[in-house]
């Protein structure tokens, strides 16, 4: 089984999956094979049954854990050990799915005001004025930044295809400001692939862990009374686009979303009211 885990984890590093994604299959993908050892070492569809019934009625774990466990063994049934699957026979389960939650324009300002450390002030306003996954902002190289053509490239993006996003001219300005006194000043003389957002020590990229963090901080410090994480800076970037008029599909293009259905999520998180929509009996 050892030999077995080797070789997953061996496969996985040059799947082609996001770092992230790769750290959680490597991690399902073993406590799934030493549950196999410790049930005879039979590795079938009923195992598979069976652990995630163990997962759901002795570990109590939620729908979408559940989910992502199966999601990372038919990896490793189809992809690494090249053995058939029946989505039929181990379906996924349906979940709840709550609307996500969405800040207004001026909880957005009132969050990146009360934000006093000028390179978390720059990470959050990138996040939000380039509607930017944590993994794409806290991977952005000093090179990506082409002031030029006001974009920023997002080399890493979870799609795996690379893109450009807006540059915001605000976000520019605050970025110089950040570089100048702050990234410049910490870290000395730039090459083109340092990372932006640095933690500690140059070219080791601030961790996602730290902006959830800090996220949480300035919230509280803004006064929102809603829970808002990194993601939620890019649900808000995608509805007040919508808002101001902005086109479904490049809205699409600039959030790297490979199906137009992902996008039109954000249709039904929309304010009305703003897109001039009113109920037939006030017409």
Not at 21 to 29: A, E, G, P
Not at 66 to 90: C, M, P, Q, T
Request: net charge positive.
């Amino acid at each position: 089984m050892h030999e077995l885990i080797s070789k997953a984890m061996s496969d996985i590093e040059i799947s082609g999956l996001s770092n992230a994604t790769q750290k959680r299959y490597i991690n399902i993908i073993t406590n799934f094979l030493k549950y196999v050892e410790s049930h005879g070492n039979k590795i079938d569809i009923e195992i598979v049954k069976d652990y995630l019934k163990y997962l759901k009625n002795d570990k109590s774990r939620c729908i979408g854990t559940i989910n992502d466990h199966r999601s990372a063994i038919k990896y490793l049934y189809e992809v690494i050990l090249d053995f058939g699957w029946n989505d039929r026979r181990i379906p996924r389960l349906k979940d709840y799915k709550p609307i996500p939650v969405v800040l207004s324009k001026d909880e957005v300002l009132r969050i990146l005001k009360s934000t006093n450390n000028l390179l978390l002030k720059a990470v959050f306003t990138t996040m939000y004025s380039s509607g930017l996954r944590i993994s794409e902002v806290i991977n952005i190289k000093t090179s990506d930044i082409d002031s030029e053509n006001m974009q920023i490239c997002i080399r890493k993006p979870k799609s795996g295809k690379a893109r450009y996003a807006i540059l915001s001219e605000k976000n520019l300005k605050l970025l110089r400001k950040y570089f100048k006194k702050y990234w410049k000043k910490r870290y000395g003389k730039w090459e083109k692939e340092d990372y932006l957002f640095c933690s500690y020590k140059k070219n080791i990229p601030i961790t996602s862990k730290t902006i959830r963090k800090e996220l949480k901080k300035s919230a509280k410090l803004a006064g929102i009374k809603k829970e808002p994480t990194p993601h939620t800076f890019r649900h808000s970037f995608a509805v007040h686009l919508l808002e101001s008029g902005s086109n479904l599909l490049l809205i699409k293009e600039l959030l790297g979303h490979k199906s137009i259905v992902s996008t039109c999520i954000y249709l039904q998180l929309v304010n009305i009211k703003l897109l001039g929509g009113r109920s037939p009996l006030d017409i």
